[in-house]
């Protein structure tokens, strides 16, 4: 076997293969590079060409300490739907005069239906992952060598902002018809009040409980869909978001043919996502509690080489 | 059939079945009563029939404000060991010009190996669950019907005190043939200098890392093994613990010959349980950050009628 | 803990607890008696009272060598329905100069879907599980004690008889409006001049792809659906069927109330049943072969304490 | 994306790429031909290109029909070791008056503990996997689109034929000093006065659990363990043997250096594997029945895209 072929037997996926410059100056010359969002202020290398954390580096001490300060009534909001494993089986075992019961829990938590948090390294295009890595030698069944989910074993916590979309469109949620723009986060949080600043996490809530009650399900990735127009991902870049955290996800379909509409922001700039999560109880407590901010925190398991976490993300006022 | 014969049939699982009082009485009458430290100023009824929070009830959103007050470095340190999922599958999706990875995560929790969250339904005793509930009602092959682990659904967030054993006793690591008993709980905190308070996360470092690096291995509920000793039981409910987290768990063979030597804690006071915590790296922080006090948060998933769920506790200080 | 409290902790399921006898006087005396089916001719002692194979006993090796005898084409048809598990992912292994693909199935094959054995304690009534035991101390959360799938653990081989009910119909499949009785299985084996006989695997085959094809799917066991009428069971106790295999199961809802109007044949009979055969293919085959006997085979894997097992029959003529 | 790059896109597993030829022809330019016993007689094309059956399609109805003719005392012996998934989970569900007990199995069968057939997909090496494919292209994480488990779904049927290794050689079991040789096989076939014939499936009997009582474990693929010697391949395949059924498998280290010393007969002559098959029994039962020809059969379960299947074999005398 020669060398070239060893190189493509390395990764079990096969993926990538071509640096991103490549592919880059490629794309350049067939005049699309303007309308992929993603070649657009990517974060490649500023925080070093082995950094696994992206935007979450911009939470820093000091900024977990300010969003510590933001705790200044105590209530906690879950903001975790309930969460059923595929599989979910008990043991109950005797001890002595006593007994346990144990559980299994299986699952599969990517998708629209559970609370989690995607790792860096969960989505890909034709320019490679996070960091600019080649996913044919990041990635194998195995799972994930590089930006898996332990690059966030510390914990996301820092200031969180809500928006509240239903509440600025006097709607009860987000059609189909008209996706949220970057826009539109920008005239929802001056309307609210509040900043959004490096390093937070943007929740940004579309009233899905609203559109599932009113149309049954909420779309799967194939599936027409509400949710974020990719330009939110320009917004996201510009205000250094570390976290984006949503009920609704990117809107389908895409009109500009893009694999990741919004979810895109976690390999071009390195931001997290938080999918599927709960936000109306959220809302509603931002608005009794008169305040868009408060302490965010959400804990992924350490799974090694994992893509992902689910989560029971709380939002502290 | 009969009405008696069909009260056996409504819990899948045969257990208890007797009320907390008549097995109370029951080994009064054998003398048998002293030697049970659960039977030891229960929690039972004293938030009423229905709780199932148990002793967490005392993290008011006060005692969470000051938890937050308590961060002044905006320091983070994980308390979780790394989790290594049973079955860890993936697999690898095209999306167009993209490509996604996901996984699957399979897993028994219980046990002495991921750092977890034990729900008050998780064991019991001749006298029954947690709040005198009868587990033959309450628990069958579809999880637990009362006291699951969605009761702390809203995290268990509020202050934590460490106490470092091994640092106290001049030695790499609690030993087999001294367990930790209650009163040394007290002494520690006192040459702490931290205050032990209702509401509080204690967290009990014993050296197990130093321990299994010399043992080889942590042992099983069946096995010998370092830990503490049932006498920590009355210090916890005395100083109205909410939650106990530990790297070792109750020390094995137990002389009083109880089912759940210090675990007893879940169902006579609802104490909530972090079994196996990662707390070296904390001890180390403690030292370093010169206090034993900080913001603690353990974020459980939402699993409907589940036992407990795997965390990644973090301490902020 | 007093001894009748403990007796009621020894199994993990709180079933049964009284003995077929003393429940078989209660229902005389309250005249229930007659309406159960399943307490006509019961097999329970038959071939001793720790016996696990029930009617299975009537395939001696002179059974298996006549069954081998019927092979006389050398055509082998599969009775599976394709098998698609709960779980199936895959790892790709790297092996110096060459590679491996792995992969793992998570299943639950009991119910309306999979091709599978029953295994004697599957189910049970009132009355007791097979042989007259008692579940409560047979079976707990891992698994059955007794009359588990390894009881079949030599292999299911024997003369297969097909009974086609759409062809004696003259209909594409068996409706909700009329289930298979007892005697038309006499009339149809008649009709095709065939004898049924003891140790023989019945394969009643109701036209259950038809009638999906009609109707969108096939009910679970909460669900109207069509199948066999309890009067079957009669049938197979009187003719000593050894296995019954069917592609629709039980006809639901039963007018008698039984809870097992069919499957009944498990506990009380010792009939090993085949769910969800596939059976179009067989009934094509023996109209070509023009015959209705066959050599068949069905060799569960050996899950000790299992409760069954997914199987790949094959009829060999 | 240029077409060169998304060819590379198109396998999930980054694999061969390169068709058999061309790598055949590299490996003749370096002389390393005559070292690989897998270029030798390749049945690649010999039931045509789209073949998925290789040597299975040896056996015929006739060959079928001529195993059956090998029934003469109805003795039914199992191959199956005792099958414990790692998964097994069990729920106890309400019916009325009565009550079921389902489970769950969760497994990865290959290795060398499970009783299990192989796909031909399962292993490959840098020619190519069965029938010169290409993996790139046929194997994903969602399984092998090509040689699957799905192609032996009318089941493995055919004479079986007993190689008894430790009574020819007067030991308990073969040793890691002297693996089985292909001349051997012939030897003890000779002095057993048994023909080995085309689509025969030929058991290999080593003496692992004489071996494994006196070492403790079999050694997985990784380790160093007693078995078959790459010379065997050649045996199988000038004499088209179906189905290599052992129980010790490929002999490790292998000194040629060969990725699958005797597995390659898998992707080379599109043998199926039966791996780990229980043979001690079968060897006792071909002593007591002075007879080492059989009537075999192995059913494996229908997995679409799977790469082989747990099974219990079936000697039938």
């Known amino acids: 076997m020669d060398s070239t072929r060893r190189s493509f037997l390395v990764g079990a996926a096969a993926l990538a293969g071509a640096s991103a410059g490549r592919i880059g100056s490629a794309s350049a010359q067939t005049g699309q590079r303007q309308t992929n969002p993603y070649e657009y202020r990517r974060n490649w290398g500023r925080w070093g060409a082995d950094d696994q954390l992206g935007a979450v580096n911009l939470i820093t001490p000091a900024k977990r300490m300010a969003a510590a300060r933001l705790v200044r009534s105590g209530r906690a909001v879950s903001l975790s739907r309930p969460f059923q494993p595929d599989q979910h089986f008990v043991r109950i075992n005797d001890r002595g005069t006593g007994r346990s019961v144990v559980d299994y829990y299986g699952f599969m938590y990517h998708g629209v239906v559970v609370t989690h948090i995607d790792a860096l390294c969960h989505v890909w295009d034709q320019n490679g992952m996070w960091n600019g890595r080649d996913p044919a030698k990041e ?102 978001i570390s976290i984006l955290g949503w009920d609704m996800l990117d809107a389908r379909p895409d009109k500009e043919g893009q694999p990741w509409p919004v979810h895109g922001v976690l390999y071009s700039y390195g931001v997290a996502l938080l999918d599927n999560a709960l936000l109306e109880p959220l809302a509603q407590a931002c608005a009794e509690e008169k305040r868009y901010e408060f302490m965010f925190m959400a804990l992924p398991l350490k799974v090694a080489r994992g893509t992902g976490s689910p989560v029971n993300p709380i939002a502290l006022f």
Chains 1, 2, 3, 4 share one sequence.
Not at 153 to 177: E, K, M, N
């Open 139 to 240: 990635i194998d069944t195995n799972g994930a060598r590089f930006a898996d989910i332990t690059a966030f074993g510390s914990g996301l916590i820092t200031r969180g902002v809500l928006i509240d979309v239903p509440r600025y469109r006097r709607a009860s949620h987000v059609g189909l018809d008209r996706p949220v723009e970057g826009a539109e986060l920008e005239a929802i949080a001056k309307a609210q009040g509040v900043a959004v600043e490096p390093g937070d996490a943007l929740l940004v809530y579309s009233g899905r409980e609203a559109f599932v009650k009113e149309s049954g399900t909420y779309g799967s990735v194939g599936d027409a869909r509400p949710g974020l127009h990719s330009s939110c991902a320009r917004f996201i870049r510009d205000r250094d």
